[in-house]
T-cell receptor, first 110, second 118 residues
Framework: GESVGLHLPTLSVQEGDNSIINCAYSNSASDYFIWYKQESGKGPQFIIDIRSNMDKRQGQRVTVLLNKTVKHLSLQIAATQPGDSAVYFCAETGAQKLVFGQGTRLTINP | DGGITQSPKYLFRKEGQNVTLSCEQNLNHDAMYWYRQDPGQGLRLIYYSQIVNDFQKGDIAEGYSVSREKKESFPLTVTSAQKNPTAFYLC?????????????????FGDGTRLSIL
C-alpha cells in the first residue's frame, strides 16, 4: 500500500549549516509532493512543492529534490536559522488524498 | 487576510458527550479535510469533502461525523463512540482535490484544536 516515511525522526544541526531532511515514498504513481513545516501548537505550514515532471525546485533558502528512480524526496535548508526549528513533514498525492510521513524534528544548535 | 479558522483552540470532552469542532475557510476552496495528529506522529485523515453536500471517509472515520452544508464550513463532530479522542485536530482546505490531473494544489491548514478528556 501507499506509505511515506522519513529516514530520520530527529536531526540536529549547527546554526548556519545546511540541513537535509529525507523522505522515502512507495507509490510510484504519485505525481505531486509537498513539504510542510509544523511549529509547536500550530498547523503545518506549506514550504515548497514539486511535481513528478521535475527533479529539483528551489525556493527561498529551500530546495526540494525528487529522485523518482529510488522514490526519494529531500528538503535542503540553506544556512539554517533558529526559526527553522520545527517538525518537517513530506506528503505525496495518492488516491484523491495526501499521504503524510511521520515527520522529522529539526533542532538548531547555537 | 484569507485563511482557515479553527475553533475552539482547546476543548474538553466529558464521558459520553459529543463535541463539535469548527472549521471555516474564506479561501473559496472546494475541498476540505479533517486530520488527527497524535503526539510525535504524522497526520491521519478522518474525513474529506470535495464539494458541498458530499464527503468521504478517510482512514480513521470511526467515531467521527462531518457535514458540508456550506462551501466555507466543514464541522467535525467527535462522538461518544470515539473511545480515544484525545488528540490535536487539524482542518485543511485545497483549491482542488489532490489527484486531479489538471492541477495538484497544496493543502492549507488551520492552527488546530486540541481535544482532551475530562
Amino acid at each position: 500500500g501507499e506509505s511515506v516515511g522519513l529516514h530520520l525522526p530527529t536531526l540536529s544541526v549547527q546554526e548556519g549549516d545546511n540541513s537535509i531532511i529525507n523522505c522515502a515514498y512507495s507509490n510510484s504513481a504519485s505525481d505531486y509532493f509537498i513539504w510542510y513545516k509544523q511549529e509547536s501548537g500550530k498547523g503545518p505550514q506549506f514550504i515548497i512543492d514539486i511535481r513528478s515532471n521535475m527533479d529539483k525546485r528551489q525556493g527561498q533558502r529551500v530546495t526540494v529534490l525528487l529522485n523518482k528512480t529510488v522514490k526519494h524526496l529531500s528538503l535542503q535548508i540553506a544556512a539554517t536559522q533558529p526559526g527553522d526549528s520545527a517538525v518537517y513533514f513530506c506528503a505525496e498525492t495518492g488516491a484523491q488524498k495526501l499521504v503524510f510521513g511521520q515527520g522529522t524534528r529539526l533542532t538548531i544548535n547555537p | 487576510d484569507g485563511g482557515i479558522t479553527q475553533s475552539p483552540k482547546y476543548l474538553f470532552r466529558k464521558e459520553g458527550q459529543n463535541v463539535t469542532l469548527s472549521c471555516e475557510q474564506n479561501l473559496n476552496h472546494d475541498a476540505m479535510y479533517w486530520y488527527r495528529q497524535d503526539p510525535g506522529q504524522g497526520l491521519r485523515l478522518i474525513y474529506y469533502s470535495q464539494i458541498v453536500n458530499d464527503f468521504q471517509k478517510g482512514d480513521i472515520a470511526e467515531g467521527y461525523s462531518v457535514s458540508r452544508e456550506k462551501k466555507e464550513s466543514f464541522p467535525l463532530t467527535v462522538t461518544s463512540a470515539q473511545k480515544n479522542p484525545t488528540a490535536f485536530y487539524l482542518c485543511a482546505s485545497s483549491i482542488t482535490p489532490p489527484g486531479t490531473s489538471h492541477s495538484n494544489q497544496p493543502q492549507h491548514f488551520g492552527d488546530g484544536t486540541r481535544l482532551s478528556i475530562l
